[in-house]
């Protein structure tokens, strides 16, 4: 069974940076391209970023292109996103969620997501 | 970037009752589409994807249909264990995927 565990939100600063994390299990990591999409509380979804399953490709949304960066450790089944410079229109419930092929095409299965929180 | 425009935006619909959603691309995303079922706390559930294939698991009630910039979603008889917020999502355009803006289903 496929599992998607994010952990890493919390309350931070405007200006501030944070590191989310998602431990993948349950799949052949190394499989498949990855995503961040976030839910800004009592609104849709926002796709934010994915990345291929060696890194070679990588995309961002223009509304955090330059200040957000996705990684993977494919030896340790994990997924990341590096969140920098954060503003208040950040706050969000961000999930990790696995693609169906290895380029980045479509999210296909979500973790539960992780808060994060931009404010003074 | 692709708009995906979503409608209604809400309804209310009695058990038993069938029920249609509409998502309306922007631009030509051929079958490049997914519903996502969202019920309140919970991650979006993967129900359709290719704009008309089931997903595992799937009860045979959601069904999905539509190529181009035109495709609907159908419940074909509302369950009470249904109500939820359903989005509609394109695949076909880089960067990445958009969504619709929802629906939300209620019972009457």
């Known amino acids: 069974e496929v599992q998607l565990v994010e952990s890493g939100g919390g309350l931070v600063q405007p200006g501030r940076s944070l590191r989310l994390s998602c431990a993948a299990s349950g799949f052949t990591f190394d499989d498949y391209a990855m995503h961040w999409v976030r839910q800004a509380p009592g609104k849709g979804l926002e796709w934010v970023s994915g990345i291929s399953w060696n890194s070679g490709s990588i995309g961002y949304a223009d509304s955090v292109k330059g200040r957000f960066t996705i990684s993977r450790d494919n030896a340790k089944n994990s997924l990341y996103l590096q969140m920098n410079s954060l503003r208040a229109e950040d706050t969000a419930l961000y999930y990790c969620?696995?693609?169906?092929?290895?380029?980045?095409?479509?999210?296909?299965?979500w973790g539960q997501g992780t808060l994060v929180t931009v404010s003074s | 970037d692709i708009q995906m425009t979503q409608s209604p935006s809400s309804l209310s619909a009695s058990v038993g009752d069938r029920v249609t959603i509409t998502c309306q691309a922007s631009q030509d995303i051929s079958n490049y589409l997914n519903w996502y079922q969202q019920k309140p706390g919970k991650a979006p559930k993967l129900l359709i994807y290719d704009a008309s294939n089931l997903e595992t698991g799937v009860p045979s009630r959601f069904s999905g249909s539509g190529s181009g910039t035109d495709f609907t979603f159908t419940i074909s008889s509302l369950q009470p264990e249904d109500i939820a917020t359903y989005y509609c999502q394109q695949y076909d355009n880089l960067p990445g995927p958009t969504f619709g803006g929802g629906t939300k289903v209620e019972i009457k």
């Open positions: 969620a696995k693609d169906r092929g290895t380029m980045i095409v479509t999210p296909f299965h």
